[in-house]
């Protein structure tokens, strides 16, 4: 597709479930990132992968939190056993990455996760 | 201490009033700068870069002072349409470009 896309768009599981959320990037775009945003509240950065090096997991909340992307591409960011404090929609993002200058992020609709 | 820092608001104008937003960002590895718009309940998308000399696009201009690691966003003649979030943005030259977004400033123009 022409866009960053995400799925499911929807999520509502059970305290204590894990889940799995889903992003397809641009394609050729190197750079992806993971955001969090609860209601009403700012942007969240959970984790940041750049082509082949290490990603920068600085942002992950705790060690429920992980995220890996295949082959440069697809990326999963899964949570396990939720909290209802996982409660927040999942934003993914990306970049050419190529250099500093000029290089817009695009977001996905983003994944709404509610923990009941 | 956050790498980019905003006043959240909300601000409260009414159409047609000029508003300005500042932010501040900290690393001195900053080196690419952005404005985006969230509006409720949407994802964040580009409103315009920053340039160092300064940039203008219809009523919207920004502003970059590297020297204080300053940004702003002035909006002129503000419209129904423009109430949103507006988050500041930087882009590291180091950790592979990463990039920083503020947590927002909230607008609301009023008729």
């Known amino acids: 597709g022409a866009g960053v896309s995400q799925s499911p768009s929807n999520k509502v599981t059970e305290k204590g479930k894990d889940v799995e959320l889903r992003c397809d990037p641009i394609s050729g775009h190197t750079a992806l990132y993971w955001y969090r945003q609860s209601l009403g509240q700012g942007l969240e950065f959970l984790i940041y992968?750049?082509?082949?090096?290490?990603?920068?997991k600085s942002g992950l909340p705790s060690d429920r939190f992980s995220a890996e992307r295949t082959g440069g591409s697809v990326s999963t960011l899964t949570i396990q056993r939720t909290q209802q404090e996982d409660s927040a929609v999942y934003l993914c993002?990306?970049?050419?990455?190529?250099?500093?200058?000029?290089?817009?992020?695009?977001f996905g609709e983003g994944s709404w996760l509610t923990v009941v | 201490r956050k790498e980019v820092e905003q006043d959240p608001g909300p601000f409260n104008v009414p159409e047609g009033a000029t508003v300005a937003f500042n932010c501040t960002y900290s690393n001195s590895a900053s080196q690419s700068f952005f404005w985006y718009r969230q509006d409720c309940r949407k994802e964040p998308k580009l409103l315009m870069s920053?340039?160092?000399s300064g940039n203008e696009d219809g009523r919207f201009t920004a502003q970059l002072n590297r020297a204080s690691q300053y940004i702003s966003l002035l909006i002129r003649d503000s419209k129904l349409s423009d109430s949103a979030t507006y988050l500041c943005?930087?882009?590291?030259?180091?950790?592979?470009?990463?990039?920083?977004f503020g947590a927002g400033t909230r607008l609301f123009v009023k008729a």
């Open positions: 920053v340039y160092s």
């Open positions: 993002a990306s970049s050419s990455g190529q250099s500093a200058d000029g290089n817009t992020i695009y």
């Open positions: 943005v930087v882009r590291l030259s180091t950790g592979g470009f990463k990039t920083i």
């Open positions: 992968f750049q082509g082949n090096s290490a990603p920068d």
